[in-house]
C-alpha cells in the first residue's frame, strides 16, 4: 500500500520525468545542460525552442528564390533582410558596391518534336538571350569531330539554323556510389573505362576546333546556329549544374542528361531529331549591386569589429538553398539571437551578406577595398559556406596564434558541439573558395566554419537540386549555436587577436616556400564571361 508521501514523490518524478523528455525533444542534438555562462545558456534555449530558421529559410527560399546577381530577386532578398533585421532592432543597410548586367529569368519550354513529342527536362543558362516571345523549331547537330581547326572552320557553316549539340553524351546516368553497390566489379570497371576514353576523345574533339568551351558558343552564333545545346551533368541522379551562357543573340540551353542522351543517340543515329524551344528573359539594363550590413554597436571597444559572414547571392538553375541560403540563414538566426540575449556586446558585431561570391567573392573583396578602417580593427570573422551540414572544421588559416585563441572560444560550446570539430593550427590560408579569403589576403583573421557534406559537390552546389527540401534544419539550428557564441566569444576576450602570420610550408612541386594569398581587386561591373 502507497503512503501519501510516496505518491507525491511518485508524482513528482512522472512530472519531472515528463518535463526531462519534453526539454530533450525540443533541444536536438544539443544538451540543455547549465552552464557558467547564462549568455551561453540563454543563446543555447532560443536556438533550441524558439528557432526561427523554417520560417526565415521559406520566406527567402521559396518566396523569393534564386539569387543571381543582377536579378531583381536579388534586390528583393536585400531588401528582405534590411528589413527582417529591423524587426529585430538591429541596424541594417543595403551598400552597394558595383554595377552588373540586369537580368530576369522567365519561362523555358523545351520540346522534343520529332520524331516523336517528348517534353524535355532543361533550362536556359544565366544571362541567356531570350527568344523574344517566339518557338524556335529546329534539327539538332552534333559538334563535329574534325581533324584540326580550319576543318572545323570549313565545318560552321553546317550548324546555321540549327540547334548545336557540344556536350558529350554519358554512357551511364547512375552514380558511382550505385555501380559499386550493385555492379559487378568486372562491370564497374569496364564503364569507368569506356567513360574516360569518351571523356578524352571528347576533349580532344573541343580542342581540335580551335575554341574553348567559352569561345565555342560564340562561334557557333556567329555562323548562324539557332542555339546551342549542353548538358553539364553533376554525377548524381537527375542533377545537372547551370552556370551562364556565352551568347549574346541565341538561346544557350541545358538538358538534362537522360533527355540529352537520347537526342544525342537519335542524332548520331542519322534520325536528325527535331526540339522546339521558346526562352523567356529580360535584359534590363546596367543595374546597381548591394552587400547587406547588419550591425549590433559595441559599447565598450565599438571600433573594433566581430563579423558573421555569408554570401547571399546563388546560381539560380535551383533556388541556392545550400549555395548559400544555410550560410545566410544561419548568420541571421545567429544575429536574431545575439541581439535578444546580448544587446550591448563590448565589440561591434556586423554581418555582411554579400554580393557575386559566385563570380570571384567580389561584393567581399569590394568590402575589404571599401572599409579598411573595419578589415584593420577586425577581431574575427566568421563565415559559412558549404552547405546544409553541422560545422565539422575550423582551420587557423595561417595565422600563427589563431589555435590559442580559436580553442579557448571553441571551449565554451556544447560538448555535443564542440566534441565534433576538428581543427587545424595555424593551418594555411585560404585564396579562394568562399568570403573569407577576402579578409585573410588582407591580413584579417577571417575563418571559414566548414560542415559536413550532405552529397553537396554532386547534388546541390550550383545545380537545379539545390533546392528548400535539401535543407537539414537539426544542423543549421547547432551551426547557429556555434556562430552566435563565437562571436560573443570574440566580442567579450580582453585581449586582442594576433595577426601574425605562421610560416608557411614549402611547396613540394617547387620547393619554394608557400606566399601569403595576394589580395584581389573586386570585378565591379559584370557579368563575367
Do not use: C
Amino acid at each position: 500500500m502507497k503512503t501519501r508521501e510516496t505518491s507525491n514523490r511518485l508524482g513528482h518524478f512522472r512530472n519531472m520525468t515528463r518535463l526531462f523528455i519534453v526539454t530533450m525533444s525540443l533541444t536536438g542534438s544539443v544538451a540543455m545542460a547549465q552552464t557558467k555562462d547564462p549568455v551561453i545558456d540563454k543563446i543555447v534555449a532560443e536556438a533550441t525552442t524558439n528557432s526561427q530558421l523554417e520560417k526565415l529559410a521559406h520566406e527567402l527560399i521559396d518566396g523569393i528564390g534564386p539569387r543571381l546577381v543582377g536579378t531583381p530577386q536579388m534586390k528583393q532578398a536585400n531588401d528582405w533582410a534590411v528589413a527582417k533585421y529591423k524587426s529585430w532592432g538591429i541596424s541594417a543597410k543595403n551598400e552597394k558596391w558595383g554595377d552588373w548586367k540586369g537580368w530576369e529569368r522567365g519561362v523555358s519550354h523545351i520540346d522534343m518534336v520529332y520524331p516523336r513529342v517528348k517534353s524535355l527536362e532543361g533550362m536556359q543558362l544565366a544571362w541567356s538571350p531570350s527568344t523574344n516571345g517566339k518557338t524556335i523549331t529546329a534539327e539538332m547537330i552534333i559538334l563535329a569531330d574534325v581533324e584540326d581547326s580550319v576543318a572545323f572552320a570549313k565545318w560552321l557553316p553546317s550548324v546555321k539554323g540549327k540547334f548545336v549539340m557540344i556536350s558529350m553524351a554519358q554512357p551511364t546516368g547512375r552514380p558511382d556510389y550505385n555501380w559499386q553497390e550493385f555492379a559487378t566489379k568486372e562491370s564497374f570497371d569496364k564503364m569507368r573505362k569506356e567513360r574516360a576514353q569518351t571523356t578524352e576523345a571528347w576533349r580532344k574533339r573541343m580542342s581540335k576546333t580551335g575554341y574553348t568551351a567559352k569561345t565555342l558558343p560564340v562561334a557557333l552564333e556567329k555562323a548562324g546556329a539557332a542555339g546551342v545545346v549542353m548538358s553539364n551533368w553533376s554525377s548524381g541522379f537527375g542533377v545537372n549544374k547551370i552556370f551562364s551562357a556565352y551568347t549574346t543573340k541565341i538561346p544557350t540551353i541545358d538538358i538534362g542528361l537522360e533527355d540529352y542522351g537520347l537526342l544525342f543517340r537519335l542524332t548520331e543515329s542519322g534520325t536528325k531529331p527535331k526540339i522546339a524551344v521558346r526562352t523567356d528573359s529580360k535584359d534590363n539594363g546596367v543595374v546597381p549591386v548591394f552587400n547587406t550590413i547588419g550591425e549590433i554597436r559595441g559599447t565598450e571597444k565599438p571600433e573594433e569589429y566581430v563579423m558573421l559572414s555569408a554570401h547571399f547571392d546563388s546560381w539560380d538553375g535551383g533556388t541556392g538553398a545550400t549555395d548559400n541560403g544555410t550560410g545566410t540563414l544561419t548568420m541571421m538566426e545567429a544575429m536574431r539571437i545575439l541581439k535578444l540575449v546580448y544587446p550591448n556586446p563590448k565589440r561591434t558585431i556586423l554581418v555582411g551578406h554579400w554580393g557575386s561570391e559566385e563570380q570571384g567573392l567580389n561584393g567581399s573583396r569590394a568590402f575589404v577595398e571599401d572599409h579598411p578602417e573595419i578589415v584593420q580593427n577586425l577581431q574575427a570573422l566568421f563565415n559559412q559556406d558549404n552547405g546544409t551540414g553541422r560545422i565539422v572544421n575550423v582551420s587557423g588559416q595561417g595565422f600563427k596564434d589563431a589555435g590559442t585563441y580559436l580553442t579557448r572560444w571553441m571551449a565554451k560550446l556544447p560538448d555535443s558541439l564542440r566534441l565534433r570539430i576538428r581543427s587545424s593550427f595555424p593551418g594555411s590560408p585560404g585564396g579562394g573558395g568562399s568570403d573569407f579569403a577576402s579578409f585573410v589576403a588582407a591580413g584579417a583573421p577571417g575563418f571559414s566554419l566548414s560542415s559536413l557534406g550532405w552529397s553537396y559537390s554532386n547534388y546541390t552546389w550550383h545545380t537545379n537540386r539545390d533546392t528548400y527540401d535539401k535543407i537539414v534544419f537539426d544542423d543549421l539550428r547547432d551551426n547557429a549555436i556555434v556562430a552566435a557564441i563565437m562571436a560573443y566569444m570574440a566580442s567579450e576576450d580582453p585581449e586582442r587577436t594576433s595577426r601574425e602570420k605562421a610560416p608557411l610550408q614549402v611547396n613540394p612541386r617547387t620547393g619554394q616556400p608557400g606566399t601569403w594569398p595576394a589580395v584581389v581587386k573586386p570585378i565591379r561591373k559584370g557579368p563575367v564571361n
